[in-house]
């Protein structure tokens, strides 16, 4: 087996909760040393769980735990020249800095890009942002509601179109914080083009991504089709409205299911056991049971649905290929067969949170895999490798930094 | 000009619909020569996808969907039920770098291009198959759509109103495209892999699994205390008002979320409710949690009189993070976006002038870009078989000729 893709490249990463943090895990379980840099007070993604039974521990939070894997872990404070000094030291021997500090933030520090290229040409830097370095809403503040719905994804969700009442509702976000997480995985694919590039070139650069960006780009197709066709849709109205698609009640729970094509449909009625009413010219075709669909197509589907499981109805009609499946709780997903086998949910020990299963990763190398070698590092658990064996600084300078507060 | 990143990586790319395609628009985006292989008895679905219900089905040059998905690509057209189509293929996979698919079932594998079969061809070759469920286990051959295996990460279970179903969320195959991000992420790990060590390798994407990993955190909550994690409207565990707030005009709404006692302090002076802040009720986190309905009732008197926009201003000046609700119109409206060219025009010769999003990354010195238009149904045939390949026009035209270049 060969080394991991990244094995040798270094990172720095001074950001907290979500997205700079993911996108600095996506490169660690890729291989690359990834040092995180944390005020001495730490990450806020320690004070917000979730905890072991809801008891707040900054060294057991789920969220950190799973955003911080394989890296290692040093506290700095940028407040005193000393800190910045030592920062910079270790932008010099890094390949990649990840930031999400607000725009202007370390231009003032003194540690802005034009600054920390003097020192290391080759460094490739990448700021993630709400709104990004630039335009009149660079200095907005947002957290993650303000950006599901500041970039379209939360305006049209939930999408409801058989239950028109939605309209009266405010829109939501969407679940968890899975924004924030595509707004690191957009930054690392950036960066890591960067980072292959300069393989030839030695030459860095400054990467400006914004999530309000980085979200609004998962839209692309809706928004070109909106701008080219139509007017702006909501909860209840789409431009991808498919026929006989959607969220259908079942036995145990939900399935969603398209059966807007032909063959789904004839795959469906074969499941069935084509009843009767089915041999009725008015569902003969697409264009028939869409006009139908509210008033008497769904009647008649929704009874037999409602009496088989979402299993049944998956592996019934998966096998007759139709694109179909269950809609999951949380709960249900690492105990489906298929994760089990695929060994997607690896578990891993940490020190002060226990042994803890843990999603593994996003893809699956046939010669360079992916792998949670390291969990996430308690707060400064590193100080003395980094500041001590690569910076070189001795016992007596460490005791100092510690007492001065610098780390 | 400068160096693009992925400037001479060549892929062979047999994506198709959706996801497959946004993904290698990506790598387009970033340098990649990317060829489309299509055939004239095995469209695209896209490329016949009306632009909204009850609309004919476009011209297959013309459609917006496909035209959006797959700009800077260039297309062929080749018979791949015919063994001279396979042996056309692994001519051009052996001067190519990448190989990319997004069939479910061993599709790819019935053609004889698995990845032994393209390694044999090209021993450094790198080969990207993603797919719902992914190229092994025991749901390997089922099929998905984007809303399919986003409701089996849990995703939907955790959108929409506590009250209601799952919620699917409004953007059309928008996991489709962050599982886009996903596969570009592992393609340029494995040309760095490849760089490095000279071996290519075969990289195995479910999008079900990448959805998983966007919820990790509730994943770690289930693992922790064996708690299952929910919908919640726009509820936050910790913050206190968290919510979507009705503004003035027709559906429209703006976000508030308050995160610290300074901030809600300020929102009460902003809303000219200083009392407020010294009203027990409200007086921490929790008991504004606590009391969330009726905080939110209040704050929707103040939002009720004034535009998404004015509301986000005046909080954002205070320092409250406050934004609009925007819908897709808004959005290509937004002064700050426009301001920093998030939109593009794109000509194209038979479908007219579109607008388009730009890449979403900013890169100082190599930027992202939208080289040329969606190609036209195999408008690539004689560059990549003449020039490419180095084919005589003899023999090309016995390929045309015998259909297996169409």
Known sequence: MSDRPLSGTRVLEYAQFVSGPYCAKLLADLGAEVTKVEPPQGDVARKRGPFPDDVPHPERSGLFLYANTNKLGITLSLDSDEGREIFKRLVERSDILVEDTPPGTMEELGLGYETLRQLN??????????????????????????????????????????????????????????????????AAVATLSALYLAMFTEEGQYIDVSKQEALLHLQRPEVAICLADGESTNRVETEHLDALSGMYPCKDGYVYAMFSEDHHWHSLMDFMGYPDWAQDEKFSTVERRRQLEVE??????????????????????????????????????????????????????????????????????????????????????????????RLGYGSEELSRLKDTGII | ???????????????????????????????????????????????????????????????????????????????????????????????????????????????????????????????????????????????????????????????????????????????????????????????????????????????????????????????????????????????????????????????????????????CHAIGRPELADDPRFADAQSRRRNQEELDRLLSEWTAERTHYEVATALQQVGVAAFPSLNRRELYEDEHLAQRGAFVEIDHPEAGRHTFLAPPWKLSSTPAEIATHAPLLGQDNEYVFLELLGMSMEEFAILVGDGIVY
């Open chain 1, 121 to 186: 040409p080759r460094l490739i830097m990448t700021s993630i942002t709400p709104f990004g370095q630039s335009g009149p809403h660079r200095n907005y503040k947002a957290h993650y509601l303000n950006l599901s719905h500041g970039s379209g994804l939360g305006h049209a969700t939930p999408y409801t179109p058989l239950e028109p009442d939605i309209m009266e509702r405010e829109p939501v976000r969407e679940g968890g914080l899975i924004g924030e997480y595509d707004c690191g995985t957009t």
């Open chain 1, 296 to 389: 008497e197509t769904h009647p008649l589907l929704k009874p037999w649905l409602a009496e088989h499981t979402r299993e049944e109805i998956l592996h019934g009609l998966q096998k007759r290929r139709t694109p179909l499946g269950p809609i999951y709780r949380i709960e249900e997903v690492p105990h489906t067969e298929h994760m089990k086998v695929r060994e997607f949910f690896v578990e891993m020990d940490h020190p002060e949170a226990g042994r803890l299963s843990y999603p593994s990763g996003t893809a699956k190398f046939s010669h360079s895999p992916v792998s949670l070698q390291r969990p996430a590092p308690l707060l400064g658990q590193h100080n003395e490798e980094v500041y001590g064996k």
């Open chain 2, 1 to 267: 000009m400068a160096r693009k990143p992925l400037e001479g990586i060549r892929v062979v790319d047999f994506c198709w619909v959706w996801a497959g395609p946004a993904a290698t628009e990506l790598l387009a985006y970033l340098g990649a020569e990317v060829i489309r292989v299509e055939s004239q008895d095995h469209l695209c679905g896209t490329r016949r996808r009306p632009p909204r219900r009850n609309a004919p089905p476009p011209d297959i040059n013309c459609s917006t969907t496909f035209n959006c998905l797959n700009l800077g690509k260039r297309s062929i057209t080749v018979n791949l039920t015919q063994p001279q189509g396979i042996e056309l293929i692994k001519r051009l996979v052996k001067v190519s770098d990448v190989v990319s698919d997004n069939y479910a079932g061993g599709m790819m594998e019935r053609f004889g291009l698995a990845y032994r079969d393209l390694q044999e061809v090209k021993s450094d070759i790198i080969v990207i198959s993603m797919s719902g469920w992914g190229a092994y286990g025991p749901e390997r051959d089922y099929r998905a759509y984007d809303p399919v295996f986003a409701g089996l990460s849990g995703f939907y279970d955790m959108t929409g109103y506590p009250d209601r179903a799952p919620g699917k969320v409004g953007s059309f195959g928008r996991c489709d495209l962050s599982c886009g991000n996903a596969f570009t992420l592992a393609i340029l790990a494995a040309l760095i892999h490849r760089a490095k060590t000279g071996e290519g390798q075969f990289i195995d994407v479910s999008q079900w699994e990448v959805m998983n990993c966007n919820m990790g955190d509730a994943y770690m909550d289930y693992f922790m205390n064996q708690r299952n994690r929910t919908r919640v409207g726009n509820r936050d565990d910790h913050m206190a008002p968290h919510n979507c707030y009705c503004c003035q005009g027709e559906d429209k709404w703006v976000s508030i979320a308050i995160a610290t006692e300074e901030e809600w302090r300020s929102l």
